[in-house]
């Protein structure tokens, strides 16, 4: 499991003075994006001409997430398909285990060429399943 860290800013906040929903979406995507940087997932992609493309994400808003909280990322593959992967993402108050909200992600491997999603195999599901590795 890859954690990574976001600490709230007033500009995170919405009317209601908490982190606006939307939000959400963006410390998930920075916490990915740190953690496909521990692995060389985007350059095995791109050599390939492939893309990894977001297909669905739910998000589970648990409870609100005010000013100056540290709310750690952990990110973590959790399942992968034959076409399809999906990442498994927690978001908990640092020091606790309170958790904040949780999301599903789930990513196709796409081919630039045909734009059509193929087989997750090779170096890329080598890799994937290396990153659904609790230790990952």
Excluded at 51 to 79: D, G, H, K, W
Excluded at 96 to 124: K, N, R, S, W, Y
Aim: charged share 20%; hydrophobic share 40%.
């Amino acid at each position: 499991m890859f954690v990574s860290e976001v600490k709230v800013r007033g500009y995170h906040l919405d009317i209601y003075q908490h982190v606006n929903n939307a939000r959400y979406l963006e410390f998930l995507e920075e916490a990915r994006w740190s953690f496909f940087e521990q692995y060389p997932l985007v350059q095995t992609v791109h050599k390939s001409n492939y893309a990894f493309v977001l297909v669905n994400i739910n998000i589970n808003y648990r409870r609100p997430a005010f000013v100056n909280e540290v709310i750690e990322i952990r990110t973590q593959v959790s399942r992968i398909g034959n076409r399809s992967c999906t990442i498994h993402q927690a978001l908990v108050l640092k020091g606790t285990d309170t958790l904040v909200a949780d999301a599903d992600v789930t990513f196709c491997v796409l081919d630039q060429d045909q734009h059509v999603a193929v087989p997750i195999e090779g170096d890329i599901r080598e890799l994937l399943t290396t990153m659904s590795s609790k230790d990952s």
